[in-house]
């Protein structure tokens, strides 16, 4: 356990039994932008939890055992959600894990030694407004210092104001935003801007 809250607490990863409700956590958060590509829905639930990295994330518990937040991040050793063509491939097949493979690549940035890239923060409907984003942007931070890095980094999508004014609450600067072009009309958002919290 990394921190103790009113109602939950903050873990080094989650349980082998909990995987299944990450990778819906994770869907939930992000099906808008990765619905057209890693549909249908079973297959993407499918593919989540097959790559998944517990020890490249945080969890939120709520005192009853139930994962209510997860927020993933990635290093030059791993990440959250990592996995390659083979496993789209031993999901979808040859060829639609082929073109999956090469449009989500679209979606990758570059790591860098001495940086903690963000790969999401996900938390519940029923947990929301009850500080658990907050927390786990915390523990992100901290997993940073522990890891030796100098700062975190995440791209946060034009579609999605809420989540960059919670950003910039807890230190989380604007760097830019870069554009993906005519991908907008399939990922559903026209830019991402990057923000950096030095830690």
């Known amino acids: 356990m990394l921190s103790e809250y009113s109602g939950f607490r903050v873990t080094e990863g989650f349980s082998p039994d909990q995987r299944s409700i990450a990778a819906q956590l994770f869907w939930r958060a992000f099906h808008e932008k990765l619905l057209p590509v890693m549909k249908p829905e079973a297959q993407a639930l499918d593919f989540i939890e097959r790559v998944m990295q517990p020890s490249h994330a945080v969890g939120a518990v709520a005192s ?3 994962l209510i937040g997860v927020a993933g991040f990635k290093t030059k050793h791993g990440a959250f959600i990592g996995g390659g063509l083979e496993d789209l491939q031993s999901v979808y097949g040859w060829f639609g894990g082929a073109w999956r493979g090469l449009l989500l690549s679209v979606l990758e940035r570059p790591l860098q030694d001495d940086t903690l890239t ?21 523990a992100i931070k901290n997993k940073a210092r522990d890891l030796g890095c100098a700062q975190v980094r995440l791209d946060v999508v034009d579609t999605n104001p809420r989540a960059k004014a919670l950003y910039e609450r807890q230190g989380f600067a604007c760097q830019g935003a870069s554009s993906i072009g005519p991908l907008r009309h399939l990922f559903g958002f026209r830019s991402a801007t990057m923000m950096i919290c030095n830690v």
């Open 118 to 138: 963000m790969d999401g923060v996900m938390v519940s409907a029923e947990a929301r407004g009850r500080g658990v984003g907050t927390a786990l942007l915390l």
């Open 64 to 66: 009853d055992g139930t």
